[in-house]
């Protein structure tokens, strides 16, 4: 089974970066796709970005086009989430999640098209 592990949140101040890593383990399929998620106090989870893997390729999508960066190591067993400028308004539980299968190697923005989740790492930006 797909496991999935968060961490490297923390408090910031504004103007600051944090790493976040996602530990990614028991995948069986060679077609899977990894996204960030974050969920704020009240809204709903929004998708950041996402790294996938298809057919042999890596394919990288970035949701929100700004200021964060996705990566990975070389066998995707993390994948990092690099946060730089960072505002109050990113404030939120941040969440790795995962889609494995055939034809499945895609990136996905909604929330329901993944099976599975890690626990989530807080990420609290100060003014």
């Known amino acids: 089974e797909v496991r999935l592990v968060e961490s490297g949140g923390g408090l910031v101040q504004a103007g600051g970066s944090l790493r976040l890593s996602c530990a990614a383990s028991?995948?069986?399929?060679?077609?899977?796709?990894i996204t960030w998620f974050r969920q704020a106090p009240g809204r709903e989870r929004e998708g950041v970005s996402c790294?996938?893997?298809?057919?042999?390729?890596?394919m990288y999508v970035d949701f929100m086009k700004g200021r964060f960066t996705i990566s990975s190591d070389n066998t995707m067993n993390t994948v990092y989430l690099q946060l730089d400028s960072l505002k109050p308004i990113d404030t939120a539980v941040y969440y790795c999640?995962?889609?494995?299968?055939?034809?499945?190697?895609?990136?996905?923005?909604?929330?329901?098209?993944?099976?599975?989740w890690g626990q989530g790492t807080q990420v609290a930006v100060s003014s």
């Open positions: 999640a995962a889609r494995e299968g055939v034809s499945r190697g895609r990136c996905r923005a909604l929330p329901n098209e993944y099976d599975y």
């Open positions: 028991g995948f069986t399929f060679d077609d899977y796709a």
């Open positions: 790294i996938s893997s298809s057919a042999g390729n890596t």
